[in-house]
């Protein structure tokens, strides 16, 4: 009593309740406090990263197994590609080379409309009631342009949707439609296509600091210490979340996007093999044609058995290289005064036979004075090996 009245009377205080006297209760009730929570939030983080690591883990895995598929369906098309960097990229771009080739081969390919397939869609894509007069026609390679007139605008709507709706016909186009000078009919052009560890060490290091600080701190400043590292501790966990959920998304965007490539594949895989067989089935084509054939000779009797000898105003032959191992000879055909069964007949000779010809190009025009008679043009094609590449 007498030390505690002096030490309030003294200037200088002494005060017993330091080292080993000091109250230590609130100070290991925090720590007790701080531990639980420590502990149930790593438990919580570790169930947590447990469960998005399986999750991922299955994702990847299927993930894999569609990139698998991919690479299945790249070797089935083609086979002897050895160093594979990019499947779709490589896969396109030999579709994209036979492709080329294949516009070079016309009609020649099993699958593309020759001249007289094209005239026959033609004819079915026009209603039965709708009168229709062909003034033009031209046919060069898959472009088709048609000039006509029928009766009325509605006849030309029905005529394109006829189009339209034909499978040998796409990208149909109606231009210049307008009324005649006369008033009685309705004009139309027409174009189209022919032929689809470091986390846990600032942990620690971040503990030990928080450990020396509380050391320093009054009780309520300890509180509040705790309150703001359980707030720290929460925000922790909440990037850590937001993390795996991110690799999760970024884990499921890749397997949508290599399901998808999947039946890209599939389709350009197909397309591939289709090109491929029809390339292979030209070039058996042109090895029936013989080097002594002769295309105008072979014209020149075709036309003698269909046309009379003055309806050919003229034969134009000409040869150009089209490939490194490809030439193409051509006949120009100009017909005058023919009637449009005359030319059917024709083109039914020319391309229906067994030889690899080709019809490249077709022009029409009526005669304004014969409303039944056209002048024709018509350029008849041969591929035929080059004399190095047929050289043994």
């Given at each position: ?12 205080g002494?005060d017993l309740?330091?080292?080993?006297f000091?109250?230590?209760?609130e ?23 447990v469960?998005?690591?399986?999750d991922?883990?299955?994702l ?5 197994a569609?990139?698998?598929e991919?690479?299945?369906?790249f ?7 050895r160093?594979?960097v ?7 771009s030999?579709i ?5 080739q294949?516009?070079l ?10 001249a ?19 003034e033009?026609l031209?046919?060069?390679?898959e ?6 007139s029928t009766?009325t605008y ?10 339209a ?14 009324s ?5 009919q309705?004009?139309?052009r027409?174009?189209?296509?022919v032929g ?6 600032a ?12 050391e320093?701190?009054s009780?309520?400043e300890?509180?509040l210490l705790?309150?703001?590292a359980?707030?720290?501790l ?9 993390f795996?959920?991110?690799r999760r998304t970024?884990?499921?965007a890749?397997?949508?996007?290599s ?6 594949m599939?389709h ?19 090895e029936?044609?013989?080097?002594d ?16 000898r003055d309806?050919v105003?003229a034969m134009?032959?000409?040869t ?9 000879e ?7 005064g023919v ?15 067994d030889?690899?010809l ?8 009526k ?5 039944y008679?056209y002048?024709a043009?018509l ?13 043994p």
């Amino acid at each position: 009593m007498a030390l505690r009245q002096a030490g309030e009377s003294a200037p200088f205080g002494v005060d017993l309740r330091r080292g080993e006297f000091a109250y230590h209760r609130e100070r290991e009730a925090l720590w007790r406090g701080l531990a639980r929570a420590a502990v149930l939030a790593a438990v919580a983080v570790v169930l947590m990263v447990v469960s998005f690591a399986f999750d991922a883990r299955q994702l990847s895995a299927r993930r894999d197994a569609v990139r698998g598929e991919i690479r299945t369906l790249f070797a089935a098309a083609l086979p002897n590609v050895r160093t594979i960097v990019n499947e779709k990229a490589q896969l396109q771009s030999e579709i994209t080379a036979l492709e080329k080739q294949r516009r070079l081969f016309g009609g020649l390919a099993p699958s593309a409309p020759r001249a007289i397939d094209v005239l026959r869609a033609l004819t079915a894509a026009v209603p039965n009631d709708v009168p229709l007069d062909i003034e033009e026609l031209s046919l060069d390679g898959e472009t088709l342009r048609l000039r006509g007139s029928t009766k009325t605008y509605d006849g030309v709507e029905a005529v394109k949707r006829g189009l339209a709706a034909r499978p040998e016909f796409r990208n149909v186009e109606a231009k210049d439609v307008r009324s005649s000078v006369d008033g009685q009919q309705v004009e139309f052009r027409f174009s189209l296509d022919v032929g689809g560890g470091v986390f846990v060490s600032a942990l620690s290091d971040l503990l030990r600091r928080v450990a020396a600080l509380v050391e320093r701190l009054s009780p309520r400043e300890r509180v509040l210490l705790g309150v703001g590292a359980a707030a720290g501790l929460l925000v922790a966990v909440w990037a850590l979340a937001g993390f795996l959920a991110e690799r999760r998304t970024t884990l499921e965007a890749q397997i949508v996007a290599s399901e998808r490539e999947v039946a890209e594949m599939g389709h350009l895989r197909d397309r591939y093999l289709q090109l491929q067989a029809e390339r292979d089935v030209v070039r058996r084509k042109l090895e029936r044609g013989g080097a002594d054939f002769s295309l105008f000779s072979h014209l020149e009797g075709v036309t003698r058995d269909t046309l009379s000898r003055d309806r050919v105003a003229a034969m134009n032959p000409s040869t150009r290289t089209v490939a490194e191992d490809l030439q193409e000879e051509d006949v120009e055909m100009r017909l005058s005064g023919v009637s449009l069964r005359d030319l059917v007949a024709l083109l039914y000779r020319v391309e229906k036979s067994d030889l690899p010809l080709l019809v490249s190009r077709v022009q029409m025009k009526k005669r304004f004075d014969q409303p039944y008679v056209y002048d024709a043009t018509l350029v008849v094609g041969r591929l035929r090996p080059t004399a190095a590449s047929a050289t043994p």
